[in-house]
């Protein structure tokens, strides 16, 4: 017993666990405040504060900052100008203030101005004199041709909510992610308690039945050799102990990366929140409906797709001749100024702009490069599809193939724990000896740990099932919104 004592405690100061509490981290350990932790309540804790997910959330407000300063390409601008001759013959002053309004719809732009003078221009000048309370003008300037449907600033900001698409998407799929690692932590923590609670069900037997054998040696029913021998099986079964500790120690400090407080810190769970049985590991509810387009990764193929469209459109666009119609009125207000009656009556201006380039190799270098990125995202996009239906139906057969190892695990279990208790009746009855007991016992013991290790197998194949297939219901991220 010394031996074994002295074993158990140096495999526990080597355990994770306290170093991990000898190394001061922010990590707290929580008991059983709440009963038994759940797969749900780490998935809540995972999609509210995983430091991956809260930095995706943070890339998405990005993209949709550099929305709105692709979208600050439509501001109306305010323009004051004013000039006024301090020496000199002439003497005149000119203040002007102008509105333009880029248009969402249309490459050009409308516009107001109101300008007023004062005092005396040179004839190369002429066009400053006002009446007395000035010049109001209305104006707009209407692309035909180049720039009527897209032009560099629709398409910037076109491209812009693309990218707020891409950057939630992707967001998403950090989530997925991140959820199918809180998942798997989970379910290696479960089944690591579950196996430690085995091997100290076998230990404690040994230990229950050292007191007989002891009694018996002393009454002389027994050789003093048993005692030896079963002080070895003690030692053989506490190693067993100290290693499954060990496990379910680390699986633990593993799942404080997702699950943690509200304040973000890293929870390490001890065994007194562990599940009572392996139903724990069966917490994912798969919905047999798929959307192809509900994978991030294809979903952000199709944004590229219809990024690289835009910049088609764009490249085509700058190919075509400008021709631009432009129009405004004027109209001076108030008594007639020094430049005479000809500003007072209603003016209005209509005129054409045509402009063609004679070679324009950048757009047309522009048009190939967009029509072959078109054709390789077209490929990748085809690939990728064909790739996830493999992995759907493969990881459909591991599901299959996992119930039916269940199955067996579960009948050699009953079956093995049937003899060991059988074994353990003759032995206490002097029918048995002590190898046979101890080898049905452990027969039995690792039995169940072979169906705990079958029911975790099909746990992991259904959470992977559910990452593939992006059920964020089964991981927790529904209702997660973008704006979060």
Do not use: C, H
């Amino acid at each position: 017993m010394r031996i074994a004592s002295g074993l158990a405690a140096l495999l526990i100061a080597a355990t994770p666990m306290v170093a991990w509490g000898q190394q001061g981290t922010a990590s707290s350990r929580v008991a059983d405040a709440d009963g038994p932790l759940t797969l749900q309540a780490v998935l809540r804790s995972s999609a509210r504060s995983a430091p991956d997910i809260i930095a995706a959330l943070a890339r998405t407000r990005q993209a949709e900052a550099r929305a709105l300063t692709a979208q600050g390409a439509f501001d109306t601008v305010f323009a004051l100008e004013g000039r006024s001759r301090v020496a000199g013959y002439y003497d005149g002053t000119e203040l002007a203030g102008k509105a333009e309004q880029p248009l969402m719809g249309n490459g050009g732009y409308v516009y107001s101005q109101y300008r007023a003078s004062r005092g005396d221009f040179p004839i190369y000048e002429d066009k400053a004199y006002t009446n007395r309370l000035g010049e109001v003008k209305i104006g707009a300037l209407y692309s035909l041709l180049r720039d009527r449907v897209i032009d560099a600033r629709r398409s910037e900001f076109q491209l812009a909510a693309n990218d707020i698409d891409i950057a939630r998407f992707e967001t998403k799929a950090t989530g997925i992610g991140v959820q199918a690692r809180a998942v798997d932590a989970y379910q290696k923590w479960v089944a690591a308690g579950l196996k430690l609670s085995a091997y100290e069900a076998l230990l404690s037997l040994a230990q229950e039945r050292t007191y007989g054998i002891e009694r018996q040696v002393r009454l002389g029913a027994k050789a003093s050799i048993l005692l030896t021998e079963n002080e070895a099986n003690l030692v053989k079964r506490e190693a067993l102990v100290i290693e499954a500790r060990q496990s379910f120690d680390a699986a633990a400090v593993k799942l404080s990366l997702y699950y943690r407080d509200a304040a973000g810190t890293p929870i390490v769970v001890d065994e007194s929140r562990l599940p009572d049985d392996a139903t724990a590991l069966d917490g994912i509810r798969i919905d047999p409906a798929f959307n192809l387009e509900g994978r991030p990764d294809f979903a952000i193929l199709l944004e590229e797709i219809d990024k690289a469209t835009i910049k088609l459109a764009l490249a085509r666009n700058d190919l075509k001749p400008r021709l631009d119609l432009s129009g405004e009125v004027a109209k001076d207000v108030g008594r007639e100024g020094l430049g005479g009656p000809s500003r007072t009556p209603l003016e209005m201006i209509v005129g054409v702009t045509f402009k063609v380039p004679l070679q324009n190799r950048k757009a047309k270098g522009k048009l190939a490069e967009s029509q072959a990125k078109i054709e390789e995202l077209t490929v990748k996009q085809q690939f990728l599809a064909e790739k996830i239906r493999v992995e759907v139906m493969a990881i459909g057969i591991e599901v299959e193939t996992a119930n039916q190892l269940v199955d067996t695990s579960a009948r050699e279990q009953v079956l093995a724990q049937r003899l060991a208790v059988a074994e353990r009746r003759r032995f206490e009855l002097g029918s048995s000896d002590f190898f046979l007991v101890n080898q049905r016992e452990e027969n039995a013991t690792n039995a169940e740990v072979k169906l705990i290790e079958a029911q975790a197998r099909i746990a992991a194949a259904k959470a992977e099932l559910a990452a593939v297939t992006a059920d964020e219901d089964a991981l927790g991220l529904a209702f997660l919104a973008p704006s979060e």
